[in-house]
C-alpha cells in the first residue's frame, strides 16, 4: 500500500505528460478581416521622387541622408537620454522581468524549512504529569515541491498571454523611438526655418531702412511728401515687429529640443543659436508597399501582440471549467534529538496528488469567460483600427510631402521674381522713373515672397520626416543609458 500514492502520482505526470501539447482556449491567427491594398493610393504625388531598386534598400538611419552633424548628434543624444524612452524602456524591461516569472510556475516550486522548537505544555493540557516531563523538544528540516500538472494548459495560456504582453511593451518602445526621433528632426528643421524666416525679416528691415532713409533725404531737399515718410516708417516698423515673435519661438524651440536630449531648457542654446542653412532636401523617397508597412510599423506590431495576450488570457479564463491537479511532495528529517536529525530512523517523506475543482461556481467561470471574450474583441477593434490610422498617416504623409514639393518650387521662382522687382523698383526710383508706392510695394512683396519660400522649405523637411515616421523606416536598435542604482539593483 506505501506504494499507492507514488504510482498515482507517476500516472497523474505520465498523464500530464501526454496532454502538455493541448490548451484550452482558442490559438492565435493574424487577423484577416481588413483587406489591405497592394499599393498606396497617394503615391503618385511623389512619382517623380521615388526611390530606384539600389537606393530602396538603404534606408538606415534616415535623418543622416540630410547631411547636418548638429541634427545627427541630437538625435543620438535623445536615443540615449530622452527621459520618455527611459521610461518605456523601463516598462519594457518590467515585463520581461515578470514574463520571466510566470515561465517559472512551468516547473516545480522547491521551498527549504528548518524548524527547532522547545515546548512545554500546561499542567491542564496534562493533568498528573510533572512538570519537567511536559518539556519537550522537536527538530525539523526538509524539502518541499509542489507543481501544478498543466493538463489543460492554463498555466501555458498565461505564459503565451506575458510572452505577448513582453513583445507588445518592447513593440511600444521601438514605437516610441520612432516618435521622439522624428520630433528631434522636426523640432531642429523648425529652428532652422524659424531662423531663415528671422533673417528675411532683418535684412527685409535694412533695405527698408534704406528706402526710409532715402525718402527722408528726399523730403528734406523737398521732394516727396510727408505722407511718402509715414508710409515708409509704417512699413519698417511693420517688419521689425516680426523679430521679437520670431525669436521668442526660436528661444521656445530650442528649449523643447533639449528637453527631448534629456537636458534643461537652454542645454543647446549656446551651440544652436547661430544660423544655419535648412538642411538640402533628399531626392528620392521609398514608400514602399502597404504591406511592406504593416509589418514594418512597430504601433501595429504592439496592436497584434496586445489581441495575442487577450486571446491567450480566454484560455486562462475557460481552464477554470476544469479541475486542477496538483502533486506535491516532502523529504525531510524529524527528530526530538538535535543530534538525530537526518538520522536513519528519523527521515520523513510525503508524495501526494491534490485535486481543486471549483465545479459549484461555474456562474463565475463563465462571467470571467464572457468578460475575455469581450477584452479580445475589444483588442481586435483596436488592431483594426491601429492599421486604419497606420494606412491613413502614410497616405496623408504622401499627398503633403509631394504637394509641399511642387509648393515649394513654385515659391522659389516667385521668391526670386520679388527680389528682382524690389531690386528694380529701388533702381526707378532713384532714378525718378516710379514713385515710393511702387518701391514700397515691391519690398513688400518681397518680405512676403521670402518669408512663405523660408516656410515651404520648413514644411517639405518636416513633410519628409512625417513620411518616414510614417513609414517606420531606418530605425537604429538603440537603447538609453540607466542612470542610479536604482535600474541595475538586485
Request: with cysteine; charged share 25%.
Given at each position: 500500500m506505501r506504494n499507492v500514492p507514488n504510482k498515482t502520482a507517476l500516472a497523474a505526470a505520465v498523464f500530464a505528460f501526454v496532454l502538455s501539447a493541448c490548451a484550452i482556449g482558442p490559438d492565435h491567427v493574424r487577423p484577416s478581416s481588413l483587406a489591405v491594398p497592394e499599393k498606396f493610393v497617394e503615391a503618385g504625388a511623389i512619382e517623380p521622387l521615388m526611390a530606384t531598386s539600389a537606393e530602396r534598400n538603404d534606408q538606415s538611419d534616415f535623418w543622416r541622408r540630410l547631411g547636418d552633424a548638429q541634427l545627427t548628434a541630437l538625435v543620438e543624444q535623445a536615443l540615449l537620454a530622452n527621459h520618455d524612452l527611459r521610461i518605456a524602456l523601463a516598462n519594457a524591461?518590467?515585463?520581461?522581468a515578470l514574463q520571466r516569472g510566470t515561465r517559472l510556475d512551468l516547473l516545480p516550486t522547491v521551498t527549504g524549512d528548518a524548524q527547532g522548537s522547545d515546548v512545554r505544555a500546561s499542567a491542564d493540557q496534562q493533568p498528573g504529569v510533572a512538570r519537567a516531563d511536559r518539556d519537550g523538544r522537536q527538530y525539523d528540516a526538509g524539502i518541499r515541491a509542489a507543481w501544478e500538472l498543466d493538463l489543460f494548459g492554463r498555466v501555458r495560456r498565461q505564459v503565451e498571454a506575458g510572452r505577448a504582453g513582453t513583445d507588445a511593451a518592447n513593440a511600444d518602445f521601438r514605437a516610441l523611438q520612432v516618435a521622439i526621433v522624428a520630433e528631434v528632426a522636426r523640432d531642429y528643421i523648425e529652428l532652422r526655418g524659424l531662423q531663415e524666416q528671422l533673417r528675411v525679416a532683418q535684412e527685409s528691415a535694412e533695405s527698408q531702412a534704406e528706402t526710409l532713409r532715402l525718402v527722408e533725404m528726399?523730403?528734406?531737399?523737398?521732394r516727396g511728401t510727408e505722407f511718402d515718410t509715414a508710409r515708409a516708417r509704417a512699413l519698417l516698423a511693420g517688419t521689425q515687429s516680426r523679430a521679437p515673435a520670431l525669436e521668442a519661438r526660436i528661444a521656445i524651440t530650442l528649449h523643447h529640443l533639449a528637453v527631448l536630449i534629456g537636458q534643461p531648457p537652454g542645454a543647446v542654446t549656446e551651440a544652436l543659436k547661430w544660423r544655419e542653412p535648412l538642411p538640402a532636401l533628399p531626392g528620392v523617397v521609398d514608400p514602399g508597399t502597404p504591406g511592406d508597412?504593416?509589418?514594418?510599423?512597430?504601433?501595429?506590431?504592439?496592436?497584434?501582440?496586445?489581441?495575442?495576450?487577450?486571446t491567450a488570457r480566454i484560455g486562462v479564463a475557460k481552464a477554470d471549467f476544469f479541475p486542477r491537479f496538483t502533486l506535491g511532495g516532502l523529504i525531510g528529517s524529524q527528530a526530538v534529538d538535535r543530534d538525530?536529525?537526518?538520522?536513519?530512523?528519523?527521515?520523513?517523506?510525503?508524495?501526494?496528488?491534490?485535486v481543486d475543482w471549483s465545479f459549484l461556481d461555474i456562474g463565475r467561470v463563465r462571467a470571467r469567460v464572457a468578460a475575455a471574450d469581450a477584452d479580445a474583441a475589444a483588442e481586435l477593434a483596436r488592431y483594426e483600427q491601429t492599421v486604419l490610422h497606420a494606412l491613413?498617416?502614410?497616405?496623408?504623409?504622401?499627398?503633403?510631402?509631394?504637394?509641399?514639393?511642387?509648393?515649394?518650387?513654385?515659391?522659389a521662382r516667385a521668391a526670386g521674381d520679388s527680389a528682382r522687382?524690389?531690386?528694380?523698383?529701388?533702381i526707378r526710383y532713384e532714378n525718378g522713373a516710379t514713385d515710393l508706392f511702387e518701391v514700397l510695394d515691391a519690398e513688400r512683396s518681397n518680405l512676403q515672397a521670402q518669408?512663405?519660400?523660408?516656410?515651404?522649405?520648413?514644411?517639405?523637411?518636416?513633410?519628409?520626416?512625417?513620411?518616414?515616421?510614417?513609414?517606420?523606416?531606418g530605425?537604429?536598435?538603440?537603447?538609453?543609458t540607466h542612470t542610479g542604482v536604482a535600474a541595475r539593483s538586485p
Amino acid at each position: 500500500m506505501r506504494n499507492v500514492p507514488n504510482k498515482t502520482a507517476l500516472a497523474a505526470a505520465v498523464f500530464a505528460f501526454v496532454l502538455s501539447a493541448c490548451a484550452i482556449g482558442p490559438d492565435h491567427v493574424r487577423p484577416s478581416s481588413l483587406a489591405v491594398p497592394e499599393k498606396f493610393v497617394e503615391a503618385g504625388a511623389i512619382e517623380p521622387l521615388m526611390a530606384t531598386s539600389a537606393e530602396r534598400n538603404d534606408q538606415s538611419d534616415f535623418w543622416r541622408r540630410l547631411g547636418d552633424a548638429q541634427l545627427t548628434a541630437l538625435v543620438e543624444q535623445a536615443l540615449l537620454a530622452n527621459h520618455d524612452l527611459r521610461i518605456a524602456l523601463a516598462n519594457a524591461e518590467r515585463a520581461q522581468a515578470l514574463q520571466r516569472g510566470t515561465r517559472l510556475d512551468l516547473l516545480p516550486t522547491v521551498t527549504g524549512d528548518a524548524q527547532g522548537s522547545d515546548v512545554r505544555a500546561s499542567a491542564d493540557q496534562q493533568p498528573g504529569v510533572a512538570r519537567a516531563d511536559r518539556d519537550g523538544r522537536q527538530y525539523d528540516a526538509g524539502i518541499r515541491a509542489a507543481w501544478e500538472l498543466d493538463l489543460f494548459g492554463r498555466v501555458r495560456r498565461q505564459v503565451e498571454a506575458g510572452r505577448a504582453g513582453t513583445d507588445a511593451a518592447n513593440a511600444d518602445f521601438r514605437a516610441l523611438q520612432v516618435a521622439i526621433v522624428a520630433e528631434v528632426a522636426r523640432d531642429y528643421i523648425e529652428l532652422r526655418g524659424l531662423q531663415e524666416q528671422l533673417r528675411v525679416a532683418q535684412e527685409s528691415a535694412e533695405s527698408q531702412a534704406e528706402t526710409l532713409r532715402l525718402v527722408e533725404m528726399g523730403f528734406q531737399a523737398g521732394r516727396g511728401t510727408e505722407f511718402d515718410t509715414a508710409r515708409a516708417r509704417a512699413l519698417l516698423a511693420g517688419t521689425q515687429s516680426r523679430a521679437p515673435a520670431l525669436e521668442a519661438r526660436i528661444a521656445i524651440t530650442l528649449h523643447h529640443l533639449a528637453v527631448l536630449i534629456g537636458q534643461p531648457p537652454g542645454a543647446v542654446t549656446e551651440a544652436l543659436k547661430w544660423r544655419e542653412p535648412l538642411p538640402a532636401l533628399p531626392g528620392v523617397v521609398d514608400p514602399g508597399t502597404p504591406g511592406d508597412l504593416l509589418r514594418r510599423r512597430p504601433d501595429v506590431a504592439a496592436a497584434e501582440y496586445r489581441l495575442h495576450a487577450a486571446t491567450a488570457r480566454i484560455g486562462v479564463a475557460k481552464a477554470d471549467f476544469f479541475p486542477r491537479f496538483t502533486l506535491g511532495g516532502l523529504i525531510g528529517s524529524q527528530a526530538v534529538d538535535r543530534d538525530a536529525l537526518f538520522g536513519r530512523d528519523s527521515e520523513t517523506r510525503l508524495v501526494a496528488l491534490g485535486v481543486d475543482w471549483s465545479f459549484l461556481d461555474i456562474g463565475r467561470v463563465r462571467a470571467r469567460v464572457a468578460a475575455a471574450d469581450a477584452d479580445a474583441a475589444a483588442e481586435l477593434a483596436r488592431y483594426e483600427q491601429t492599421v486604419l490610422h497606420a494606412l491613413a498617416d502614410t497616405e496623408d504623409a504622401l499627398v503633403r510631402y509631394g504637394n509641399a514639393r511642387v509648393e515649394d518650387e513654385h515659391l522659389a521662382r516667385a521668391a526670386g521674381d520679388s527680389a528682382r522687382a524690389a531690386q528694380l523698383a529701388r533702381i526707378r526710383y532713384e532714378n525718378g522713373a516710379t514713385d515710393l508706392f511702387e518701391v514700397l510695394d515691391a519690398e513688400r512683396s518681397n518680405l512676403q515672397a521670402q518669408d512663405a519660400l523660408a516656410q515651404s522649405r520648413t514644411r517639405s523637411l518636416t513633410g519628409w520626416v512625417a513620411l518616414y515616421q510614417a513609414l517606420a523606416g531606418g530605425w537604429p536598435d538603440t537603447r538609453p543609458t540607466h542612470t542610479g542604482v536604482a535600474a541595475r539593483s538586485p
